[in-house]
T-cell receptor
């Protein structure tokens, strides 16, 4: 089982729609979680961190369920500019003061006019 | 701040050639990383460094070498390039074991 798994999509949604991305992680030692956004042929950029209490940034809401080892990202009122690939990321301690970030393969979103 | 910069942006290598991918960051970050991203695949960690003089292998280190003589620079060396090393290479840095900032990437083709 992969350490971080995401639905690869693609998700094709009309403008204004609400879309939800799901992510599961297999290593219970994972401590912190993030969502990154990657535009075509560009580098990934941090979208938001994910907190146990859930957090919101404008139209974006992230949730973490440690018991289920599940992370989600909700985008409300989708814009054309939201079209990108969304990467789920887990961070864990890998021993001797080292940490490891593990990236999911990403879910591609296309917002259609 | 320029952030994380990488050179070159693109490169075509013949099988068996060698090259160094350059990475520099001006944020005084201790942690630096090299990832590769194959089409449709996730990012895989090649090597990382927690500070000058300290490097360690990631998930896919074979065929690569790194050095970290300064805080700013973290070059990635490819020896005897193979077609399997065709990929997009991203350098990244962070001030702590938290989220990372990526450079713009180097697109490498080995033919």
């Amino acid at each position: 089982r992969k350490e971080v798994e995401q639905d690869p999509g693609p998700f094709n949604v009309p403008e204004g729609a609400t879309v939800a991305f799901n992510c599961t992680y297999s290593n219970s030692a994972s401590q912190s979680f993030f969502w990154y956004r990657q535009d075509c042929r560009k580098e990934p950029k941090l979208l938001m961190s994910v907190y146990s209490s859930g957090n919101e940034d404008g139209r974006f809401t992230a949730q973490l369920n440690r018991a289920s080892q599940y992370i989600s990202l909700l985008i409300r009122d989708s814009k054309l500019s939201d079209s990108a690939t969304y990467l789920c990321v887990a961070l864990r301690h890998s021993g001797a003061g080292s940490y490891q970030l593990t990236f999911g393969k990403g879910t591609k979103l296309s917002v259609i006019p | 701040n320029a952030g994380v910069t990488q050179t070159p942006k693109f490169r075509i290598l013949k099988i068996g050639q060698s090259m160094t991918l350059q990475c520099t960051q001006d944020m005084n970050h201790n942690y630096m990383y090299w990832y590769r991203q194959d089409p449709g695949m996730g990012l895989k960690l090649i090597y990382y460094s927690v500070g000058a003089g300290i490097t360690d292998k990631g998930e896919v280190p074979n065929g690569y070498n790194v050095s970290r003589s300064t805080t700013e620079d973290f070059p990635l060396r490819l020896e005897l390039a193979a077609p399997s090393q065709t990929s997009v290479y991203f350098c990244a840095s962070s001030s702590a074991p938290r989220q990372v900032d990526f450079g713009p990437g180097t697109r490498l083709t080995v033919t």
